[in-house]
Structure formats: C-alpha cells, structure tokens
C-alpha cells in the first residue's frame, strides 16, 4: 500500500495545480451560473472522471506517447484548443445560456451536456495527461508497486480536484441571482466566460512546448 508520508508530500503540491485557474474551473464556473448547482457539479464530476482517465492512461504507459511522440502531443493539443474556443464561441453567442427562468426548465438535460463537457475539456488537454506523467513518478519510490502508487495518487488527484470544483460550483450558485438579475449582469457573465474559454483554446493551441 502507498505510504503516508507520499501522500503528506503530495496533496499540498497537487492542491497548488488544482486551485490554479483554468479551463475546468471557468467552465465549473459558468455551469453553475447558467445552469444551477446540478449542473456545475456535473462539470465537478466530469473534470473529476477526465483525471482519473488521465491517471489510468499513465498507468498504461499512453501518456508517455504525449510526451515523446510531438505529433501525437501536437494533434492532442489541437483537437482540445478547437473544442475551447467552440465552447466559448457558443456561450459568446448565445443570448439564453445564462437566462436563469430558460435554464431552470431544461436543468436535467444541463447536467448531462455539463458532465459530458467537462470530461471532453479534460481529456482533450494533452498538459493535463503530461503533467501527470511528469509529476507522479516524483512520489513514486523506486521499490514501490509503481501501478499501485500511480493509481492512488490518480484517485487522490481526482477527488482533490472534485473536491475544489465542487466548492467553486456551490459559490457561483450562491452568487447566481446577484450576478444574472440584470441583463447587464447576464452579458456581462457571457462575454466573460466565453472569453476566457475563447482565450484558454488559444493559449493551448500557441503554445510551442510539448508539455507544462
């Protein structure tokens, strides 16, 4: 079994990943604005999951393809860019996503759509894959199950990640008829989350290094 002393060491460096802005926790975000607490605990549960497909696949050694294949890393890259800015474009675009009376109405379908969204965000960002491939080895002895080790910490990393995100969900939803009341507000909220998917995707697809 893993030691404690591993896991002391790895939670507070992992928890400084997983605070740390970025797509999963904006699209967390604007979820729970627009589509109520189910819905941005979903996106929770979705980032949640894509981690833990990300820790199976460095178990498997499929990570390490990101990392010493630029065209596999590269193709990644792209494919998770494109679905960020398509998100982005689409909250930008429509004038409903954060119309609290339209959104109560179709919350069951929301939390689906969420869930699958953010799984899609996660899986396809090929930092995330080589982060973990990178960075867990570090808290792997060298006399340890290293499938074992692995596997703990990608559980670890997961609920960590699912633990946050549910947090930042239940705020945005505290904060939800504050911020949407107005149509201001309402544009203000899509413009914003949609610039900043749009911003995400473009980061990653400009970004020149293969890996973090």
């Not at 790895?10 to 797509?23: I, L, Q, Y």
């Not at 689409?90 to 339209?102: A, G, H, N, S, V």
């Amino acid at each position: 079994m893993i030691d404690l002393p591993v896991v002391v060491a790895f939670v507070p460096a992992v928890m400084a990943v997983v605070v740390s802005p970025g797509p999963d926790s904006i699209y967390t975000i604007a979820q729970s604005l627009g589509g109520g607490r189910a819905a941005g605990v979903a996106a929770a549960v979705g980032t949640a999951t894509g981690v833990l497909v990300h820790a199976a696949a460095a178990v498997v050694g499929l990570s390490a393809l990101l990392r010493t294949t630029a065209e596999a890393y590269v193709l990644m890259k792209y494919v998770g860019a494109a679905y960020l800015v398509y998100l982005g474009v689409q909250l930008l675009r429509d004038d409903e996503t954060f119309d609290i009376d339209e959104s109560a109405g179709t919350e069951d379908r929301s939390v689906v759509g969420s869930y699958r969204r953010a799984v899609t965000i996660n899986v396809t960002n090929p930092q995330v894959a080589v982060f973990v491939l990178a960075f867990f080895p570090q808290f792997v002895p060298a006399t340890a199950d290293a499938t074992l080790q692995l596997s703990v910490l990608g559980v670890v990393y997961a609920g960590l990640s699912l633990l946050y995100l549910v947090g930042v969900a239940l705020f945005a939803d505290r904060v939800r008829h504050l911020l949407l009341d107005s149509m201001a507000g309402r544009r203000a909220v899509r413009y914003a989350s949609g610039s900043v998917l749009v911003g995400f995707g473009l980061k990653l697809a400009l970004d020149g290094g293969q890996g973090l």
